[in-house]
Structure formats: C-alpha cells, structure tokens
C-alpha cells in the first residue's frame, strides 16, 4: 500500500498546488506555506478519519520515483497496479483519476476491477454505475448500471447517490411514478439547497405521472444569525443545458473579494433543473477560521462539473462571477455560459 499513498498524496499535493497556484504571482512565501499547511492538514485528517497504516510512507524516497504531474502520477499507479493487482482501493483511485481525465471507458473497467475485489463496497457499486453513465454513448444508465444500484440500495438503503442515480434512470426508461417513489425518501436526508433542487425533480416526475405536486415546505431554518446571508440564482444558456446529461454536479461558491481561491461558502447539488435559487451562510464555510458572515464583499461563482470534482478543468461549464454584498436582501444572478477551457 505504500506505493499506493505515495501516489494519492502526490495526487492531492498536484490538486492542492492547483487551487492554490495564484497566490504564487502576489506572494511565493504564502503559496509555499499555504501547500505545506493544507498538505499537512489532510493528512492529518487522514490519520483521525481514515486508515492511519495506509498512509505510512518509507523514510525516504527516491527523487525519480515521485511523478511530476498528474498523468506521471497515473501511470505510476497503473504500473503498480501491475505488479501488485489485488488492492481495491489502488483500483478505485485509478477509476476516479481517469475520470476526472475524462477517459470514462477505462475508468470503468478500472472500477470493474476494483468491485471484483470488494463486492460489497457500496459505494464501489455506484461509482461502477456512474462509470458506465459516463461511458455510454448516449449517457443512459444500462440494465448492469440499474443492478449495481440496486444492491447498492441492497447493502446501504439510505446510500444518497445511489437513490438518486435510480431515480435518474426510472425516468429515463419513462418510469416517472418510480422516480418518485426512489426519491421522495431523500428529501429528509439532504441540505437545503439540495432539497429545493430535488423537490423540482420530484414535482416534474410527478406531472409526468399525473399526480400532484409535493405541497410547499415549512420556512427553512436560520442560516446565520437568523437569516441566509445570501441569495444566489443560477441559470444556464440554452445551448449549454443541451449538453447536460443528468448526472453532473452543479458548485455554487462565493470568495472574498481580492482574497485566496479557498470559497468561504460554497455548496453543491444536482445539476439537474434550472433556473435554480441557493441560499448561502455560515453552515455552507468550508474552513472553521473563516465564516461568510466575517467578510463583507465577496465574488460568486458557478460551475457544472460532469465527473463531481471541486477543482475546474476543461469541459466545465461556468458563469462569469460577479462581484456582491454579504447580507444583500435581493438575490444575485449567475448565468452558466461558457465552457472552461
């Protein structure tokens, strides 16, 4: 496993480096500690959250065998995978890497491999099954894909991606009273902001079945202080929407105005209805330092991201940020119209 951790450190360290690559041009001492600090504080958490053993690396390591970039990074992984084919996890990281590559029919095989060794890995069985939606031509979940889900449901009935990947493909196959009976259940278990874009999914799936809408819900608790701190409607072009096939993420942030690329909100839901109304507050703060509410001008933001991933890469789509005023009464608008290149 140790080649394994080296390469996933590596693989956060490039991820790291990426978000951070701007304070390189104001400030070289920030941008050095910033990547030492963030490094440090994921393995950090590594070691309280997840399987301190896995990530125990030698003393000391050989200069040539660390990669240089992410694609250096994935073939390491590959050659290991290799020599030692019976890791899942070494698997799924392959899986995940090449889909935030977009090379979708590999990461589905690498999947494959990885559920072969961990069968009753629910969450394996789901990335399998988005795997194959991202791989088919035509972006439907296939009658394997369906199955995954279903044990996924199976092993984890209260697994949030798999009901709603299931839900995605009732109403593919024109099953709308199906979608839902699959999604209705989740309304209790998501935030906010993902339940107001569910409830427009379910209420549609509804029309379609001819039954009526969910009734209105309850006022939403305080966000911060008693109120969200701001209100964000995002739409997308026309053309652009076209290109959507159901399964991407659609991130909603906002930054400090002339400050880091680290949001001081942000969220993240189903790109999946449009035009689409968020709120953002405290409880949307990714860092504990820093809270919406402690600054006073921020830039919002919007991107669509078909694998899921928080960092932008080519092929996204994404709005024009605009400048705006924490604790503003009125909603500010983002349009998703261009593709990140």
């Given at each position: 496993?140790?080649?394994?951790?080296?390469?996933?450190?590596?693989?956060?360290?490039?991820?790291?480096?990426?978000?951070?690559?701007?304070?390189?041009?104001?400030?070289?001492?920030?941008?050095?500690?910033?990547?030492?600090?963030?490094?440090?504080?994921?393995?950090?958490?590594?070691?309280?959250?997840?399987?301190?053993?896995?990530?125990?690396?030698?003393?000391?390591?050989?200069?040539?065998?660390?990669?240089?970039?992410?694609?250096?990074?994935?073939?390491?992984?590959?050659?290991?995978?290799?020599?030692?084919?019976?890791?899942?996890?070494?698997?799924?990281?392959?899986?995940?890497?090449?889909?935030?590559?977009?090379?979708?029919?590999?990461?589905?095989?690498?999947?494959?491999?990885?559920?072969?060794?961990?069968?009753?890995?629910?969450?394996?069985?789901?990335?399998?099954?988005?795997?194959?939606?991202?791989?088919?031509?035509?972006?439907?979940?296939?009658?394997?894909?369906?199955?995954?889900?279903?044990?996924?449901?199976?092993?984890?009935?209260?697994?949030?991606?798999?009901?709603?990947?299931?839900?995605?493909?009732?109403?593919?196959?024109?099953?709308?009273?199906?979608?839902?009976?699959?999604?209705?259940?989740?309304?209790?278990?998501?935030?906010?902001?993902?339940?107001?874009?569910?409830?427009?999914?379910?209420?549609?799936?509804?029309?379609?079945?001819?039954l009526e809408p969910l009734p209105e819900p309850a006022a939403a608790p305080a966000m911060a202080n008693g109120k969200a701190l701001l209100r964000v409607s995002v739409d997308i072009a026309p053309e652009l929407k076209a290109r959507l096939s159901g399964g991407e993420t659609l991130f909603v942030f906002a930054r400090q105005a002339g400050g880091p690329p680290m949001p001081v909100a942000a969220k993240r839901v189903p790109a999946t209805s449009f035009p689409i109304t968020l709120e953002l507050g405290d409880g949307d703060?990714?860092?504990?330092?820093?809270?919406?509410?402690?600054?006073?001008?921020?830039?919002?933001?919007?991107?669509?991201?078909?694998?899921?991933?928080?960092?932008?890469?080519?092929?996204?789509?994404?709005?024009?940020?605009?400048?705006?005023?924490?604790?503003?009464?009125?909603?500010?608008?983002?349009?998703?119209?261009?593709?990140?290149?």
């Amino acid at each position: 496993m140790t080649a394994f951790s080296a390469i996933a450190a590596l693989l956060t360290l490039l991820v790291l480096v990426g978000v951070l690559w701007p304070l390189w041009r104001s400030s070289r001492r920030l941008f050095v500690g910033a990547v030492a600090t963030l490094g440090i504080g994921t393995l950090a958490l590594y070691r309280l959250l997840g399987t301190p053993a896995a990530i125990e690396m030698p003393a000391t390591m050989p200069e040539a065998a660390m990669p240089a970039s992410l694609d250096d990074a994935v073939k390491q992984l590959e050659a290991e995978l290799k020599r030692n084919p019976n890791e899942p996890e070494g698997w799924r990281l392959l899986g995940r890497s090449y889909l935030s590559m977009e090379r979708y029919a590999e990461a589905r095989t690498a999947f494959e491999t990885a559920l072969k060794l961990a069968p009753d890995d629910a969450n394996l069985l789901v990335e399998n099954a988005q795997a194959r939606l991202y791989a088919s031509p035509d972006k439907q979940l296939d009658a394997q894909a369906v199955g995954l889900l279903q044990r996924a449901l199976t092993i984890e009935p209260q697994h949030q991606r798999a009901r709603w990947f299931l839900g995605v493909s009732q109403r593919q196959q024109g099953q709308p009273a199906e979608a839902v009976r699959t999604w209705e259940p989740l309304l209790a278990q998501v935030d906010g902001g993902t339940a107001t874009t569910l409830r427009t999914q379910i209420n549609q799936a509804r029309a379609e079945a001819g039954l009526e809408p969910l009734p209105e819900p309850a006022a939403a608790p305080a966000m911060a202080n008693g109120k969200a701190l701001l209100r964000v409607s995002v739409d997308i072009a026309p053309e652009l929407k076209a290109r959507l096939s159901g399964g991407e993420t659609l991130f909603v942030f906002a930054r400090q105005a002339g400050g880091p690329p680290m949001p001081v909100a942000a969220k993240r839901v189903p790109a999946t209805s449009f035009p689409i109304t968020l709120e953002l507050g405290d409880g949307d703060s990714p860092m504990p330092t820093l809270k919406l509410s402690q600054v006073a001008k921020v830039e919002l933001g919007a991107r669509i991201s078909r694998a899921g991933d928080v960092m932008a890469k080519a092929g996204d789509l994404e709005a024009v940020a605009v400048p705006a005023d924490v604790g503003a009464t009125d909603a500010y608008s983002l349009r998703i119209q261009r593709i990140v290149e």
